[in-house]
C-alpha cells in the first residue's frame, strides 16, 4: 500500500453559477462536491494515491452525496462523521468572464466546524509514514482550531509529513477579520506550506520576512504561488528555486490550488512519505515534484467543477510534457 494521505477540514457543496444571465432573468447554479481538503483528498485519490479524508458533514441529503461523492472517486471516508447537529455547509461560486471565483458561504454554525478535538483518533496515525494537510478555514473558531492542531500534534508525533495550504477566505471569519496570529501559527507548525502572495500579504507587511521566519521556526518547504507568475519554493538555507506555471485556456478555477496541492502531496508520498525524507529531497527533486504538481493544477483549470475537474494521472503526465 502507498503512502497514506490524509486531509482535513470542510466537504461542503459548490454551488457553481451556470453563467452571467440578462436583466431581469434569475441566475441558476449546479450543484458539485467540494470544499478545499475534500477537493485535495480526491486530487491524490484521481492520481492513484493512498487518500484518506477527515471532518463532519451534516446528516442530511447534502452530506450523504457529499460521502457518495468522495467514495465514487476513490477516497477512504470511515474517518468521516456526520452529525445532526448542524447543517452540511454550502458555498455559491460565481465565476466572471476569465474563470475567476467569487464565493458566498452558509456556514455559521455547519457541520463541519463542530469537529472536536477528541473526534480525532491517534490509531489514524498509525502507519509508520503518512502525510497530513490542512487549510486555514479550520482556524476560523477556537474549538475547531484545537482539533486542527490536535491532529497536527498526532501527526508529527507520528513522524508524518505536516502539509499546510493557507487557503485563506477572508469571509469565512467573524466580522470577515483574520486572526492573523493564529493563521501564522498554525502555518509555522507545518513541514510543508504552501501560500499565495495575495494570502501573505493579508497576514504581513513583508511577506518575504514572513516566509524567512517561517523556515526558521521549522518549516522545510515554502511554495509561494502568485496567480500565473513563476511558483517560488524555499527551503532553509537554500537558493530560491522557481518553477513556470504552464499557459493553458481557463474555464474554470475552483479547483485550481487543490489539484496542485494534490499533485504535491502524492509526489511528496511517492518520495517517502516522511519528515526524514522530505529534509533529504534535493532542490532538483522539489523542482520536479513542484513542476508536477503545477501540470495538476493547470489541468484542472481546462474543466468545470471541483472533483470532475481533477486530473489523473496519465492527464497530468500529459500536461506535464506541455511545458
Known amino acids: 500500500m502507498t503512502t497514506k494521505v490524509m486531509a482535513f477540514g470542510e466537504a461542503l457543496i459548490d454551488f457553481l453559477s451556470n453563467g452571467a444571465t440578462k436583466a431581469g432573468e434569475l441566475e441558476s447554479f449546479t450543484k458539485f462536491p467540494g470544499g478545499a481538503p475534500a477537493n485535495v483528498a480526491v486530487a491524490v485519490a484521481r492520481l492513484g494515491g493512498n487518500s484518506h479524508f477527515v471532518g463532519q458533514v451534516g446528516d442530511d441529503a447534502f452530506g450523504h452525496f457529499l460521502k457518495a461523492s468522495l467514495e465514487d472517486y476513490g477516497v477512504e471516508t470511515s474517518k468521516m462523521l456526520m452529525t445532526q447537529e448542524a447543517k452540511t455547509a454550502l458555498a455559491f461560486v460565481s465565476l466572471d468572464d476569465t474563470g475567476e471565483r467569487s464565493f458566498e458561504f452558509y456556514r455559521s454554525p455547519s457541520a463541519d466546524i463542530l469537529f472536536r478535538e477528541k473526534d480525532f483518533d491517534a490509531s489514524w496515525f498509525a502507519d509508520a509514514k503518512g502525510v497530513f494537510h490542512t487549510c486555514s478555514n479550520t482556524l476560523t473558531d477556537a474549538d475547531i482550531t484545537k482539533a486542527t492542531l490536535a491532529g ?172
Open 152 to 323: 497536527i500534534k498526532m501527526a508529527k508525533q507520528a513522524n508524518w509529513i505536516v502539509s499546510i495550504d493557507v487557503n485563506l477566505r477572508t469571509n469565512l471569519w467573524p466580522n470577515g477579520q483574520v486572526d492573523t496570529q493564529r493563521v501564522i501559527d498554525w502555518m509555522q507548525s507545518a513541514d510543508v506550506v504552501k501560500a499565495s502572495l495575495e494570502e501573505l500579504a493579508v497576514m504581513a507587511e513583508d511577506p518575504f520576512a514572513l516566509i524567512d521566519e517561517s523556515l526558521n521556526a521549522g518549516v522545510t518547504l515554502f511554495v509561494l504561488t502568485d496567480g500565473g507568475n513563476p511558483i517560488r519554493f524555499y527551503t532553509k538555507g537554500q537558493a530560491e528555486g522557481t518553477v513556470t506555471t504552464p499557459k493553458v485556456e481557463v474555464k474554470d478555477t475552483t479547483a485550481a490550488g487543490d489539484a496542485f496541492v494534490g499533485g504535491l502531496l502524492y509526489q511528496l508520498a511517492e518520495q517517502g512519505g516522511d519528515r526524514q525524507a522530505l529534509a533529504n529531497l534535493s532542490q532538483q527533486d522539489l523542482h520536479n515534484v513542484i513542476r508536477f504538481a503545477a501540470a495538476c493544477g493547470a489541468d484542472s483549470v481546462t474543466k468545470l467543477g471541483a472533483y470532475p475537474s481533477l486530473p489523473n494521472l496519465a492527464q497530468a503526465e500529459a500536461q506535464l510534457k506541455q511545458f
